[in-house]
């Protein structure tokens, strides 16, 4: 199994939302904002090679979306996934699967393209694209607070194209099997059935962290997103993953973190923290 980040470009999301009730003065320490209240995150994706599969772990934003819509995100950079596949050495034709974490639209967007006359397909036009049921329902009929998350233009075309299919993840807080070659971690803070991919390399253990864990700014219990559909539920999930984290030396990948691609973490007098940041190069 060989490993890649993809890094797309940047956008930025307001601090107070992605910290939820802890003050400024606290987390503004590790995640400074601009004039507007506004800090700077991360696209980062995980691309994984093995014998017989190349998967892609979430699709970042995309480009279907008006100048308006993105307009709210303040992007910056290249969000072009044929550069940041190329990169590696790879095309939107290689990709066999497409894993996506959570159907959010920053997750997903990319999964979906528009053609030139305005049409929408499938992004990777080889490529199985994977969630699980409990969470496509849970989006098809989204809550009034993630209802702006979950847009059908990025959902239907994938259903619409029988490259869907789901995982079968009918329980929390434990490792579940897939057909992918990797075990996830189902959790249900941020929304209903996210899935983290835990993966096995080189005797060593990574966990692509996706929204239980945006950056190294949330790894303090507390630092829970204000997007998050149940936060109790979200510090329940992040304490014994932390912990095992911190017991067994896991990797963990950052897909929002604008300055850290990995990190590891350690047992304080203060709880679980930060050790030490890495790239994907190094472990």
């Given at each position: 199994?060989?490993?890649?980040?993809?890094?797309l470009g940047?956008?930025?999301?307001?601090?107070?939302?992605?910290?939820?009730?802890?003050?400024?003065?606290?987390?503004?320490?590790?995640?400074?904002?601009?004039?507007?209240?506004m800090?700077?995150?991360?696209?980062?994706?995980?691309?994984?090679?093995?014998?017989?599969?190349?998967?892609l772990?979430?699709?970042g934003?995309?480009?279907?979306?008006?100048?308006?819509?993105?307009?709210?995100?303040?992007?910056?950079?290249?969000?072009d996934?044929?550069?940041?596949?190329?990169?590696?050495?790879?095309?939107?034709?290689d990709?066999?699967?497409?894993?996506?974490?959570?159907?959010?639209?920053?997750?997903?967007?990319?999964?979906?393209?528009?053609?030139?006359?305005?049409?929408?397909?499938?992004?990777?036009?080889?490529?199985?694209?994977?969630?699980?049921?409990?969470?496509?329902?849970?989006?098809?009929?989204?809550?009034?607070?993630?209802?702006?998350?979950?847009?059908?233009?990025?959902?239907?075309?994938?259903?619409?194209?029988?490259?869907?299919?789901?995982?079968?993840?009918?329980?929390?807080?434990?490792?579940?099997?897939?057909?992918?070659?990797?075990?996830?971690?189902?959790?249900?803070?941020?929304?209903?059935?996210?899935?983290?991919?835990?993966?096995?390399?080189?005797?060593?253990?990574?966990v692509y962290?996706?929204?239980?864990?945006p950056?190294?700014?949330?790894?303090?219990?507390?630092?829970?997103?204000?997007?998050d559909?149940?936060?109790?539920?979200?510090?329940q999930?992040?304490a014994?993953?932390?912990?095992?984290?911190?017991?067994?030396?896991?990797?963990?990948?950052?897909?929002?973190?604008?300055?850290?691609?990995?990190?590891?973490?350690?047992?304080?007098?203060?709880?679980?923290?930060?050790?030490?940041?890495?790239?994907?190069?190094?472990?």
């Open positions: 199994m060989k490993l890649y980040s993809v890094h940047t956008f930025k999301l307001d601090g107070g939302a992605m910290f939820g009730v802890v003050p400024k003065s606290l987390w503004q320490r590790t995640n400074p904002a601009d004039e507007n209240n800090c700077t995150w991360a696209l980062r994706l995980l691309l994984i090679e093995t014998q017989d599969r190349t998967i772990v979430d699709t934003m995309g480009h279907k979306q008006s100048d308006k819509f993105f307009g709210f995100y303040y992007r910056e950079g290249d969000h996934l044929d550069r940041a596949l190329g990169e590696h050495g790879f095309t939107k034709a990709i066999t699967d497409v894993f996506l974490t959570h159907l959010h639209f920053d997750h997903v967007g990319g999964a979906v393209e528009k053609t030139t006359d305005g049409n929408l397909k499938p992004t990777f036009p080889n490529a199985k694209y994977w969630t699980n049921q409990r969470h496509w329902d849970w989006a098809l009929n989204p809550n009034p607070r993630e209802k702006a998350s979950f847009l059908k233009e990025n959902l239907l075309p994938l259903q619409e194209s029988g490259q869907l299919e789901f995982i079968d993840a009918p329980f929390e807080d434990q490792l579940v099997d897939t057909p992918l070659g990797f075990k996830v971690l189902l959790v249900s803070g941020h929304t209903e059935a996210q899935m983290l991919p835990v993966l096995e390399v080189g005797g060593k253990t990574l962290c996706a929204d239980l864990l950056s190294t700014g949330h790894i303090p219990l507390p630092y829970v997103m204000g997007y559909v149940r936060p109790l539920k979200t510090m999930e992040k014994p993953f932390l912990e095992e984290a911190a017991n067994q030396g896991y990797y963990l990948f950052l897909e929002h973190d604008s300055q850290n691609e990995i990190c590891t973490v350690q047992h304080t007098e203060k709880g679980v923290r930060l050790k030490e940041t890495l790239q994907l190069k190094d472990i």
